[in-house]
C-alpha cells in the first residue's frame, strides 16, 4: 500500500449541512495525516468548503445528484423534484462514464460519499471501495414523495409563499416512484462501508430492514415516526442484519471486506481558532463589531441575540409597493396587538415529539417541552412579504429545477418599510436583538438603508460556527448544518420544520436527546409571531448555554469534536489501508 492516500469526496450539492460535514471530515482526515489527497466534488459553491481547501483540499465543481425543489425553506415541490429526478437520471450513464474515468485519472484509493449515489456507482465501476458517509440518503428522500401526508397551507398567504403559484400538495403515486427510486437505491448499494452519522434515519441500502418504501416508516396521519423505527435507530448498528456487498466486474478484483457500519460521533465544524474566541470577551466583541453591532449590545448578560438562518435562500424584490407603518410601544413593552383570535386549526408550537418506549430509554434531559398556545394576530401584509422574501427559493422564483441549491445571483433583498413592522412579535423585549443571515441590501430601489434598530445584517460568508456560539436562539430550517451546530454550542433552536423532508425525523430525534428544539408552527413564523417560542427556548436552553460559555473561557472541552473526528479518520483509513492490502496479498499469494 502507498504511503499517502487519495481521497474523492462526493458531496451533494442540495444543502448546507452536507458542505459543512463534508469540510469538517475532509479537515479530519488531513489533521490525521497531512500527505493526504482529497478531491472534493460538488455542485454546491467553492466558498462553502474554504475551511478545507485552505487546508489543501483540492475542489471540482459538477453536477453529481438531482435537486428536490423547494419553493421556500421548509416546502418541497413534489412533482417539480420528480421531473428534476427523471432529468438527472436521463444523464446518470454519461455522467457515471465521466466520473469513472476521472476516478481512474487521479489514480483515487477510496469514494467518500455524502450523500451522492452516482459517487457510489463510480466507485464501483472503477473498482474502487466507497465509503458513504451521511445521515439519510436519497432514495429514502424521495420514495417519501409518496407519503399521504398532505402539507397544507395553512392561510393564504399571497403570490410570496403559495408552492408554483397556487399548485396544492399532491402525493406521488408509488408506482410512479418505484422505477426512479430504485435506480438510486442501487447505486447507494454498491457502497461497501457505511459511516452512519448522527440524527439519522433508516439506511435502507445497508440494513435490509426497515426496507423502503419510507411512507410506512410513518404514522400518515401525524408524520411522526412508529416506535419500532425509533427502536431501530438506537440500536447499536451492528446488531443489523445487512445487504450483501455488490460485487465489481470480472475485470476488477473480487471485494475483500464484507459491508459494515461503523457509528460515527456529530461531524461539525467548529468555533474559529485563536488566542481569543468568540467565547472570549475580546473575541466575542470583535466579532459582533465585524457585524456592525455596537459595542454597548456585547455583554451576553444584557443582551440576548437571535439569528435567523434559513441558509441556502435566495431572495426576491417585492413587486408591489407598501406604505409605512410605525407602531406605538415603548422598547421592552409587548403591546397586545389589534384583532387576536385563537388558532384552531394549526399545530401549536411543539417540543420535538418523543417516540413512546424507544425513546424513553435515550437521556432526553435536554429536550424541550411544550411552548405557550400560538395567538394569531392580524397580519399586515408587509410580514407576509418579509417572511416569504427570507425563505423563497430561486428553483421557485427562476422556475429552473436544475439550478443549485446555493445559488445567490439574484436581485438583492428591498425591504423597503416593511422593518417598521417589526413590533414585539418578533423579539420578546428590548433585550433582544437579532442578526439576519443571506440578506445583502436593505431598501428600495437600490437604496443602501440601515436595518431597523436591533436587526443587523450578517455578511454573505460570515462563519456560522462563531455566530451560532455567540448566539442565545436560533431561528431557522430544521437541517443537519444548523441542528449540528446548535448541538456542538448549545444554542437553543427554534425551527420550522419541512413536513415532506424525511430526514427531518432523524434531527428531531437527535434534538431531543442532546439539544434544545422548539417547533415553530409555519402560520405562526409567516405572521411574525416568533418571540413566545424565542423566549421558550432560551429559557430551557439558557442554562446550558451559560455552561458552555464559561467552558469556552476557560478553554475546557474545546477540543471534543477535534479528537473525536480525528478519532474516526484513522478508522476510515485504517479501513481503506485494510481493503488495499487485502487486496495486494491475495494478489501475492496467488503469484
Known amino acids: 500500500m502507498k504511503d499517502s492516500l487519495v481521497f474523492a469526496y462526493y458531496c451533494s450539492g442540495h444543502g448546507y449541512g452536507h458542505a459543512t460535514r463534508v469540510s469538517a471530515f475532509a479537515r479530519h482526515l488531513l489533521n490525521l495525516d497531512s500527505r493526504t489527497t482529497i478531491h472534493i466534488i460538488s455542485s454546491a459553491p467553492k466558498h462553502v468548503f474554504n475551511d478545507s481547501i485552505s487546508l489543501g483540499v483540492l475542489y471540482r ?55 451522492a449515489f452516482l459517487g457510489c456507482l463510480a466507485a464501483n465501476a472503477a473498482g474502487l471501495p466507497s465509503i458513504l458517509i451521511s445521515n439519510f440518503t436519497f432514495d429514502s428522500v424521495y420514495s417519501f414523495l409518496s407519503t399521504k401526508f398532505v402539507d397544507q397551507v395553512d392561510t393564504p398567504l399571497g403570490d410570496e409563499l403559495l408552492i408554483d403559484n397556487h399548485n396544492s400538495d399532491h402525493p406521488i403515486p408509488d408506482g410512479e416512484l418505484k422505477p426512479l427510486v430504485q435506480q438510486i437505491y442501487n447505486g447507494y448499494r454498491c457502497a461497501d462501508l457505511l459511516v452512519r452519522l448522527p440524527g439519522c434515519i433508516p439506511i435502507p441500502s445497508f440494513s435490509t430492514s426497515p426496507s423502503l418504501p419510507a411512507p410506512p416508516w410513518t404514522d400518515q396521519g401525524s408524520n411522526t415516526l412508529l416506535d419500532e423505527i425509533v427502536s431501530h435507530l438506537v440500536q447499536k448498528p451492528d446488531t443489523h442484519l445487512l445487504h450483501p456487498s ?31 474566541t468568540v467565547y472570549s470577551p475580546i473575541g466575542r466583541s470583535r466579532f459582533l463589531s465585524s457585524l456592525g453591532v455596537p459595542e454597548h449590545l456585547h455583554n451576553p448578560d444584557e443582551t440576548k441575540i437571535l439569528i435567523v438562518s434559513f441558509g441556502g435562500q435566495v431572495f426576491q424584490r417585492p413587486t ?8 406605538n410601544s415603548s422598547p421592552g413593552y409587548r403591546t397586545p ?7 384552531t386549526s394549526s ?41 416569504a422574501m427570507l425563505t423563497k427559493t430561486e428553483s421557485c422564483l427562476k422556475n429552473d429545477v436544475t439550478r443549485s441549491y446555493f445559488d445567490t445571483s439574484v436581485s438583492d433583498i428591498m425591504l423597503d418599510h416593511a422593518v417598521n413592522d417589526f413590533d414585539a412579535r418578533l423579539l420578546p423585549d428590548s433585550s433582544w436583538i437579532a442578526i439576519v443571515c443571506g440578506v445583502s441590501k ?56 419541512r413536513p ?18 422548539i417547533e415553530l408552527p409555519r402560520v405562526a413564523y409567516e405572521a411574525g409571531d416568533w418571540a413566545s417560542a424565542v423566549e421558550e427556548a432560551w429559557s430551557l436552553g439558557r442554562n446550558a448555554k451559560a455552561e458552555m460559555r464559561r467552558k469556552g473561557m476557560l478553554g475546557v472541552e474545546m477540543n471534543k469534536r477535534e479528537e473525536e473526528g480525528t478519532l474516526l479518520a484513522g478508522q476510515v483509513t485504517d479501513w481503506v489501508r485494510a481493503w488495499h492490502d487485502s487486496i495486494t496479498q491475495r494478489t501475492v499469494s496467488e503469484v
Open 320 to 327: 408591489s409597493s407598501r406604505s409605512s407603518s410605525t407602531g
Open 246 to 276: 455488490i460485487p465489481f466486474a470480472d475485470s476488477h478484483p473480487k471485494k475483500p471486506l464484507a459491508r459494515s457500519i461503523i457509528q460515527a460521533p456529530l461531524l461539525v465544524r467548529g468555533i474559529s481558532k485563536g488566542p481569543d
Open 61 to 115: 465543481f459538477a453536477e453529481i445528484d438531482p435537486v428536490v425543489v423547494q419553493p421556500v425553506a421548509y416546502r418541497v415541490d413534489r412533482h417539480k423534484s420528480v421531473e428534476a429526478l427523471r432529468s438527472f437520471l436521463a444523464r446518470k450513464e454519461s455522467l457515471l462514464e465521466q466520473e469513472r474515468q476521472w476516478l481512474l485519472d487521479i489514480q483515487a484509493d477510496c469514494v467518500l460519499s455524502d450523500a
Open 337 to 343: 396587538p389589534t384583532g387576536l383570535q385563537q388558532i
Open 347 to 387: 399545530p401549536q408550537m411543539s417540543k420535538i415529539p418523543l417516540c413512546s418506549d424507544a425513546l424513553s430509554k435515550t437521556d432526553t434531559s435536554h429536550c424541550c417541552r411544550s411552548a405557550p398556545p400560538v395567538i394569531k394576530p392580524e397580519r399586515s401584509p408587509t410580514f407576509d412579504k418579509l417572511c
Open 442 to 497: 436593505w431598501g428600495q430601489d437600490g437604496a443602501d438603508e440601515q436595518p431597523p434598530d436591533r436587526f443587523f445584517v450578517a455578511p454573505k460568508y460570515v462563519y456560522m460556527p462563531d455566530l451560532t456560539a455567540v448566539a442565545d436562539v436560533l431561528l431557522g430550517k430544521l437541517g443537519y448544518g444548523t441542528v449540528s451546530e446548535c448541538v456542538d454550542s448549545c444554542t437553543p433552536f427554534v425551527y420550522v420544520a
Open 500 to 517: 415532506l423532508f424525511v430526514e427531518e425525523h432523524g434531527l428531531k430525534l437527535l434534538l431531543a436527546q442532546e439539544g434544545v428544539g
